[in-house]
């Protein structure tokens, strides 16, 4: 690919020796030959497997659990309840103090999407694990379920999560994520023309090639090894140890090399649930998505509902942006609230809009608990942006690149959030790209630069 | 049966890091007796290449060839604190913390070769082919190897360094949203081209031109990877991708790859990129991360080519045939005016 | 259940093993032979990380009964390599940067050499078509297709040499 070095030439230096050059994959070669190491590519012998039971319900009240006849089948050494676990409430993120704990390592007294884990059977084989979930006897009384975003704000709508009281996550006492930048309402009144628009995405699988999953083992010194293909080995571990309720330095994680991630491999659902089993077996155990829990039980990118209303003048100034967005958690928090937080951030675009106001919602539903994904709370918000963006060229009768080159952000800016604009490209990158593809720019369009604030 | 094409550009940035900062990593570096480099990480390779890079950066810093670095992750037994690969941090954050690991390491190792050459520290540098010469007088110099001997087993010193890079946590002011969320921020424009068929709804994309502005391409062909790459996984997210086909409605939802859909090998586009780059002001040798916004402006990019093609606006994702074909019909049906 | 005696070749070499009835070809491969080379990504089939070839076609082993094996000729990405030399596909993969988490590319290589044994001079489409059962999330496919084709082009430069 070819280096447009015109560009900010004078902000670069000299090129490396190491840097700046595509030096070979250091991992080319074990790929190739087959040699690099995931973590299910160990032996340990008296592995036994875990496989999860499961909830068939959206939304449900569980009365009780029979494990008898699970516990009767030839090879089943062990099965596992929420009482086996030592400190059965979480959040992902509590170690950065996002609270409340809000999510089950496994259910208790209800389940609130279809697959949440209630009860994790231990067996010498999968096929022997997987028959006895089936035997696991769980009564449910099955109660109404929410799935809409905004429905699930409304008064008398299902409560999805007793944690929080209300199906929203409360961030310091507002019910949303608020930016406000100058007076909206102003804006609009000056505005030649005020559109609204809304976008929708819906939840979208990382699906990496090889599903989540780590195997345990009990070391003979009392300690626990984790072979994980976690992202985030410091963030399993510490979750992790507060589950289980041990001293953190009784836990070992390795990894490292992991086949696709894409965000969908730093919930730390796996290895709790597995290391406990460890420790109650005193055996090797391995917890593994199989492709369908992957497709619908891990969590996805959140779907999101995005509202843009913006005002526009006849010479192309976007001059007010409101944005009212549902981040579609799912049943639990997990990583929703930070990205709620980050899409908020992200608004109102790479343009300098005087006045912008940004309402960001976090909200339950029943359904499988959405998490980071490549491009966590900007993916879909560019999504909405870009196309916003095109329809407001045509309205004004601009060609598109004009226009955004004509509220592209300039270094010393103010964004939204209160910080000043720098180091910023948006011009430069979108004349290149003209240039690439044969799309004509104006002459003022071409010498516009993101280092001289313009028009 | 006919088919309509359009055009259509979208324009995006990114953050690098974990949003409002307080994401630190941490990097030990040590150099064995015989002059190879370890960089102790608890960091994960979820196939961007973070081992490669981290090399090259470590190999940069400290003024060693690439080959002479090891990369030791990851074990939180010895490597130390990382918050994770995700957030497009791990060239940012890491690198940051393996060069003052390097620069820590890299400082006992010249003063080691300046008194082997019995000269002052300041009149020497590295040459990045493995050894250590006086400036100008490139015939009087020493090894990195015998450098790391001495060091050892003559000194009794440690070439060897610790580095920590985090940025400074931030917290939103809640009525204004005031909030620091990055330092540094990448771009992206993508110009797509599409088909429509008019008769199925069915969406063919033509080709992706784009440019990118990355601050620093520390390895070019592996940015090229996350270039190529994420625009296949941002076409995928236009037009095909759902764990929920009639979201809200959580009904068949796919269970395998059959269902799932993806784009195959024959459904690539043709794609040409360009990179740009303005240095980060506090990325590693001016690097931003880009792992995340190569798949974010070719979504709406596509959208919009499609409204260009036949004048329909589809507003959800994924853009099936179904809906496009659905707009096509109802525009038949009552014309609007074109936007 | 009792256990079934299964004798094949893989990579060349003779194994023997006792195996369940009902046990899959990929992880005996995996399992008893330690040959985890071959990946499992799907169990379902449909992700082609498992590839395999059986007497030179490809196969998915997550859904091969390993007992079917029996008196057969098994390839894996294992075998590719002629004593200590990579295969011109493996080179390509490497040199091309046709890899990245590098869990597909067992299953693309197998996949690729099945092509190229039968077809040397594939076009685009005839290597899109040999490829299209394996799923890769990584490289969005481009780099792959090139690499095959420039193994290609080397293995018939090396053969006219």
């Known amino acids: 690919m070819e280096h447009v070095r015109a560009f900010f030439a004078a902000e670069r230096g000299d090129d490396g020796k190491a840097v700046g050059t595509s030096l070979a994959r250091s991992d080319a070669l074990g790929h190739v030959t087959g040699q690099t190491q995931f973590y299910a590519d160990r032996q340990f012998p008296g592995m036994l497997h875990l496989k999860m039971v499961r909830s068939p319900h959206d939304h449900a009240r569980i009365r009780s659990i029979d494990t008898s006849e699970?516990?009767?089948?030839?090879?089943?050494?062990?099965?596992?309840?929420?009482?086996?676990?030592?400190?059965?409430?979480?959040?992902?993120?509590?170690?950065?103090?996002?609270?409340?704990?809000?999510?089950?390592?496994?259910?208790?007294?209800?389940?609130?999407?279809?697959?949440?884990?209630?009860?994790?059977?231990?067996?010498?084989?999968?096929?022997?694990?997987?028959?006895?979930?089936?035997?696991?006897?769980?009564?449910?009384?099955?109660?109404?379920?929410?799935?809409?975003?905004?429905?699930?704000?409304?008064?008398?709508?299902?409560?999805?999560?007793?944690?929080?009281?209300?199906?929203?996550?409360?961030?310091?006492?507002?019910?949303?994520?608020?930016?406000?930048?100058?007076?909206?309402?102003?804006?609009?009144?000056?505005?030649?023309?005020v559109i609204e628009e809304r976008y929708q995405s819906s939840p979208i699988e990382h699906a990496p090639v090889e599903t989540t999953g780590c195997i345990v083992v009990p070391?003979?010194?009392?300690?626990?090894?984790?072979?994980?293909?976690?992202?985030?080995?410091?963030?399993?571990?510490?979750?992790?140890?507060?589950?289980?309720?041990?001293?953190?330095?009784?836990?070992?994680?390795?990894?490292?090399?992991?086949?696709?991630?894409?965000?969908?491999?730093?919930?730390?659902?796996?290895?709790?649930?597995?290391?406990?089993?460890?420790?109650?077996?005193?055996?090797?155990?391995?917890?593994?998505?199989?492709?369908?829990?992957?497709?619908?039980?891990?969590?996805?990118?959140?779907?999101?509902?995005?509202?843009?209303?913006?005002?526009?003048?006849?010479?192309?100034?976007?001059?007010?942006?409101?944005?009212?967005?549902?981040?579609?958690?799912?049943?639990?928090?997990?990583?929703?609230?930070?990205?709620?937080?980050?899409?908020?951030?992200h608004m109102p675009g790479p343009y300098t809009i005087p006045n912008v106001s940004v309402d960001a919602h976090c909200v339950y539903t029943n359904r499988t608990p959405s998490s980071a994904m490549r491009g966590f709370g900007v993916t879909i918000g560019d999504f909405a942006l870009e196309v916003q963006m095109d329809k407001l060229a045509r309205l004004v009768g601009m060609d598109p690149i004009a226009f955004r080159i004509r509220n592209a952000y300039r270094d010393g800016d103010m964004k939204a959030h209160g910080e000043l604009t720098k180091g910023a490209a948006l011009v430069e990158t979108m004349q290149a790209a003209a240039q690439l593809a044969g799309w004509p720019l104006s002459a003022e369009d071409t010498a516009a630069s993101s280092m001289k604030a313009g028009g | 049966m006919a088919k309509a094409r359009g055009r259509g550009v979208a324009a995006v940035n990114y953050p690098t890091g974990m949003n409002l900062g307080g994401d630190p990593s941490q990097a030990l570096v040590h150099a064995t007796t015989t002059g190879n480099f370890v960089v102790s990480l608890s960091s994960t390779d979820l196939g961007q290449g973070l081992k490669t890079v981290m090399t090259q950066i470590c190999a940069e810093a400290i003024g060693v060839p690439p080959e002479m670095v090891i990369i030791d992750t990851a074990d939180?037994?010895?490597?130390?604190?990382?918050?994770?690969?995700?957030?497009?941090?791990?060239?940012?954050?890491?690198?940051?913390?393996?060069?003052?690991?390097?620069?820590?390491?890299?400082?006992?190792?010249?003063?080691?070769?300046?008194?082997?050459?019995?000269?002052?520290?300041?009149?020497?540098?590295?040459?990045?082919?493995?050894?250590?010469?006086?400036?100008?007088?490139?015939?009087?110099?020493?090894?990195?190897?015998?450098?790391?001997?001495?060091?050892?087993?003559?000194?009794?010193?440690?070439?060897?360094?610790?580095?920590i890079f985090m940025q400074t946590r931030s917290f939103p002011d809640p009525e204004t949203g005031k909030m620091v969320p990055?330092?540094?921020?990448?771009?992206?424009?993508?110009?797509?081209?599409?088909?429509?068929?008019?008769?199925?709804?069915?969406?063919?994309?033509?080709?992706?031109?784009?440019?990118?502005?990355?601050?620093?391409?520390?390895?070019?062909?592996?940015?090229?990877?996350?270039?190529?790459?994420?625009?296949?996984?941002?076409?995928?997210?236009?037009?095909?991708?759902?764990?929920?086909?009639?979201?809200?409605?959580?009904?068949?939802?796919?269970?395998?790859?059959?269902?799932?859909?993806?784009?195959?090998?024959?459904?690539?586009?043709?794609?040409?990129?360009?990179?740009?780059e303005r240095p980060s002001q506090d990325g590693p040798f001016g690097a931003k991360g880009v792992g995340e916004m190569t798949a974010n402006s070719p979504i709406p990019a596509i959208a919009n080519a499609i409204f260009d093609a036949v004048g329909i606006r589809v507003d959800s994702l994924p853009i099936t045939p179904e809906k496009v074909l659905r707009g096509i019909l109802a525009q038949a049906a009552s014309p609007q005016p074109a936007e | 259940m009792a256990k079934l005696p299964l004798i094949f070749t893989v990579n060349g070499t003779e194994q023997a093993e006792f195996v369940d009835g009902d046990a899959l070809l990929v992880d005996v491969l995996r399992d008893k032979l330690g040959m985890t080379g071959t990946r499992v990504g799907c169990g379902q089939g449909t992700c082609g990380a498992c590839t395999i070839l059986i007497d030179g076609a490809p196969a998915l082993s997550c859904l091969t009964l390993a007992v079917s094996a029996n008196g057969k000729d098994v390839t894996t990405v294992e075998g590719l390599a002629m004593g200590g030399t990579l295969h011109a596909l493996q080179t390509a993969f490497a040199d091309g940067f046709a890899t990245q988490c590098g869990f597909c590319t067992s299953g693309m290589l197998v996949a690729a050499k099945a092509l190229l044994d039968r077809n040397p001079d594939p076009d685009r489409d005839a290597v899109v078509d040999a490829i299209s059962g394996n799923i890769c999330r990584c490289t969005g496919y481009e780099p792959i297709i090139n690499a095959i084709l420039a193994a290609a082009a080397d293995l018939r430069s090396a053969k006219s040499a």
């Open chain 2, 76 to 163: 939180t037994d010895t490597g130390p604190h990382c918050m994770g690969t995700f957030a497009s941090r791990g060239t940012h954050r890491i690198g940051n913390a393996i060069i003052m690991a390097a620069k820590e390491a890299r400082k006992v190792l010249m003063d080691v070769a300046a008194d082997e050459l019995e000269v002052s520290a300041d009149d020497l540098e590295t040459d990045g082919k493995g050894a250590i010469h006086v400036k100008g007088v490139p015939s009087r110099s020493i090894p990195v190897f015998e450098v790391a001997l001495a060091a050892h087993f003559k000194h009794g010193k440690t070439v060897s360094g610790r580095g």
């Open chain 2, 182 to 276: 990055a330092t540094t921020y990448a771009h992206a424009c993508t110009i797509a081209e599409v088909e429509v068929d008019t008769e199925t709804g069915e969406v063919e994309v033509l080709s992706l031109k784009s440019a990118y502005e990355v601050g620093h391409a520390l390895n070019p062909k592996m940015v090229e990877q996350q270039i190529v790459g994420g625009a296949w996984m941002g076409m995928s997210h236009a037009l095909y991708e759902t764990t929920e086909p009639y979201y809200p409605d959580r009904a068949h939802g796919p269970l395998d790859f059959n269902e799932y859909l993806m784009p195959g090998p024959g459904d690539v586009p043709a794609m040409e990129g360009v990179i740009l």
């Open chain 1, 70 to 193: 699970a516990e009767k089948l030839p090879g089943v050494v062990r099965v596992i309840t929420h009482k086996d676990v030592p400190a059965n409430v979480y959040t992902i993120l509590r170690l950065i103090q996002v609270e409340p704990n809000d999510e089950p390592v496994l259910a208790e007294d209800k389940v609130r999407f279809k697959g949440e884990q209630i009860v994790a059977i231990l067996a010498e084989s999968e096929a022997i694990a997987r028959e006895a979930v089936a035997k696991v006897k769980v009564d449910y009384e099955v109660l109404p379920a929410v799935f809409d975003v905004e429905e699930a704000l409304e008064p008398g709508a299902p409560l999805v999560n007793e944690y929080h009281g209300n199906n929203y996550f409360t961030y310091e006492g507002h019910h949303c994520r608020r930016v406000r930048h100058g007076n909206v309402e102003k804006g609009f009144a000056e505005a030649d023309h």
């Open chain 1, 219 to 345: 070391e003979a010194n009392g300690r626990l090894t984790c072979y994980s293909n976690t992202q985030a080995l410091f963030f399993t571990l510490d979750n992790a140890g507060l589950i289980l309720n041990v001293p953190f330095q009784k836990l070992r994680l390795i990894g490292g090399t992991v086949g696709g991630g894409f965000g969908g491999k730093v919930d730390v659902i796996t290895e709790p649930v597995a290391m406990l089993a460890a420790m109650l077996t005193g055996r090797p155990v391995k917890y593994a998505y199989s492709r369908e829990e992957e497709m619908q039980v891990s969590s996805p990118r959140a779907a999101e509902r995005i509202y843009i209303k913006d005002g526009v003048m006849n010479d192309g100034r976007i001059v007010a942006r409101q944005v009212r967005l549902y981040v579609d958690a799912g049943a639990y928090s997990r990583h929703s609230p930070y990205g709620t937080t980050k899409a908020s951030a």
